[in-house]
């Protein structure tokens, strides 16, 4: 009879590498999130004259006033509030992890910050103000994080 050759340690330990690959997409997610969440692009203001009439309450007479207005959008912060993570987590035999933005919270976020390509995407206005669309964030990001993933992978 044989008697089987037993390594003395685990020779790949597979819940360290899990642990591992975890906690670097998780801080990957946390990165692009807080980048997703930033609002990079200054606030411009075109500023308009305007004459205004109204009556006098006490009098009733006309009176003109002038002054300067602005036009352009208004900042409600609703898209820096709509950005979560989800994972990461097992997904059959995947480990993955999602940066989304809610749509509910701010209906226009595909617009604003979206990809590059496809059905639905960046408007070219918002890319024309400055605004960083997902897949340039990425582009940004990711390499280094895959860098780390496989320096675990190989280290293993």
Same mark, same amino acid.
């Given at each position: 009879?044989?008697?089987? $050759?037993?390594?003395?340690? &685990?020779?790949?330990?597979? @819940?360290?590498?899990?642990?591992?690959?975890?906690?670097?997409?998780?801080? %990957? !997610?946390?990165?692009?999130?807080? *980048?997703?969440?930033?609002?990079?692009?200054?606030?411009?203001? /075109?500023? #308009?004259?305007?004459?205004? +009439?109204?009556?006098? !309450?006490? @009098?009733?007479?006309? $009176? &003109? +006033? /002038?002054?300067? /207005?602005?036009?352009? %959008?208004?900042?409600?912060?609703?898209?820096?509030?709509? =950005?979560?993570?989800?994972?990461?987590?097992? &997904?059959?035999? !995947?480990?993955?992890? $999602? $940066?989304?933005?809610?749509?509910? &919270?701010?209906?226009?976020?595909?617009? *604003? +910050?979206?990809?590059?390509?496809?059905?639905?995407?960046?408007? !070219?206005?918002? #890319? #024309?103000?400055? =605004?960083?669309?997902?897949?340039?964030?990425?582009?940004?990001? =990711?390499?280094?994080?895959?860098? @780390?993933?496989?320096?675990?992978?190989?280290?293993?």
């Amino acid at each position: 009879m044989f008697d089987p $050759i037993l390594p003395k340690r &685990k020779v790949i330990d597979s @819940t360290q590498i899990l642990r591992k690959l975890s906690k670097e997409l998780g801080d %990957y !997610a946390k990165d692009t999130r807080l *980048v997703c969440r930033n609002y990079e692009v200054p606030t411009t203001f /075109r500023l #308009a004259a305007y004459t205004q +009439r109204t009556r006098s !309450a006490k @009098t009733g007479r006309l $009176i &003109k +006033r /002038r002054g300067m /207005r602005r036009l352009g %959008y208004k900042r409600t912060n609703m898209l820096k509030g709509s =950005w979560s993570i989800r994972g990461p987590h097992m &997904k059959g035999s !995947a480990l993955e992890v $999602i $940066i989304g933005s809610d749509s509910g &919270k701010a209906p226009y976020n595909i617009f *604003v +910050r979206g990809p590059k390509k496809g059905k639905r995407h960046q408007a !070219a206005r918002m #890319a #024309a103000r400055g =605004w960083r669309s997902v897949t340039d964030i990425k582009k940004d990001y =990711w390499p280094d994080t895959l860098k @780390t993933i496989r320096k675990i992978l190989q280290g293993a």
